[in-house]
């Protein structure tokens, strides 16, 4: 088997877990191949430089499996290199939360024994692919949600909604998020947007702070292809894809639909999203006992 490791440079405390899971693929006899930057993050920061195959140095690169050893954000970023490579990712949790990279400590050997035993199943979860309408080589993907938010300014920003070619509406505010199922319990949970299981094929829009008492969140289908008009009195804005930035100009127009291939995710069986509800985000638990 051969492996892909990604990782993130804030772990000075993890260095241990980050240890043993180079130990155990080694006891596997697994072939690894670690992303170059987190390899020399491993040798100069943490004076640890495990036997390795080679390094992933660009984004043309074949593994079987992608570990990714950090938190969501590393899952994340783990997910936009593998892109339409379709490489299941397996998440160990070094982190805080740990919704996507759900992989504790205490399951470190268990997992990867599995792994290698082929004993785990594999969800495909849905992108949402972005697209600007005067670029056509701008193509951006996003596993968790595209977020259009106001930029530097108490002003808000407008923007005029389309779905299927269809007037929705005109969301005034400081901005609107577009989520995925798998985004649903990220950004837009915060902005009160509604919690939807990873198989559900649907897209969620949430506004953020809308200047409008009767626009709420909107769940709609997977299928639908979203058009956005955005104006901005400050002349510009950002669009966040995965939390990844970048500002525009106003006046512009973007096109957001399902991508044409998903994020594979390794889980182990005896992990349900309904586990991750209650001890993820704590659900049933009384505060009083």
């Known amino acids: 088997m051969k492996v892909g490791i990604f990782g993130s440079d804030y772990q000075l405390d993890k260095q241990i877990q980050i240890k043993r ?49 950090g938190g969501d954000g590393t899952f994340l970023r783990t997910a936009a290199l593998i892109s339409s490579k379709e490489i299941p990712i397996l998440g160990i949790n070094t982190g805080r939360l740990g919704f996507l990279a759900d992989i504790g400590p205490t399951e470190i050997e268990d997992t990867l024994n599995d792994v290698f035993k082929n004993h785990y199943r594999i969800e495909d979860r849905t992108l949402l692919h ?28 407008k923007i005029n909604a389309f779905i299927d070619e269809e007037y929705l509406t005109t969301y005034w505010g400081d901005g609107l998020i577009v989520a995925t199922p798998t ?6 949970t915060s902005v009160n947007g509604p919690i939807i299981v990873p198989q559900a094929k649907t897209i969620v829009l949430s506004p953020i702070a809308s200047h409008s008492l009767y626009v709420r969140p909107l769940v709609v289908p997977e299928d639908s292809k979203l058009s956005l008009e ?55 638990t009384d505060s009083r006992i």
Not at 243 to 252: C, K, P
């Open 21 to 69: 899971v180079f130990e155990q693929l080694h006891q596997l006899d697994v072939k690894i191949w670690v992303e170059k930057g987190f390899y020399r993050y491993l040798c100069q920061q943490l004076n640890y430089e495990p036997p390795i195959e080679g390094l992933i140095e660009t984004k043309d690169f074949d593994v079987d499996i992608a570990l990714s050893i």
């Open 130 to 157: 972005l697209k600007i309408n005067s670029q056509s080589e701008y193509h951006r993907f996003a596993l968790n949600e595209i977020a259009v938010q106001k930029r530097d300014t108490s002003s808000m920003i």
């Open 183 to 188: 985004g649903s319990t990220a950004y837009s």
């Open 230 to 284: 955005v104006e901005s009195r400050n002349n510009n804005f950002l669009v966040a894809v995965d939390g990844r930035s970048e500002v525009f100009q106003s006046g512009m127009k973007f096109e957001i639909e399902k991508a044409a291939f998903p994020i594979k995710i390794i889980k182990r069986h005896n992990h349900t999203f309904y586990d991750t509800l209650r001890n993820k985000l704590k659900w049933g």
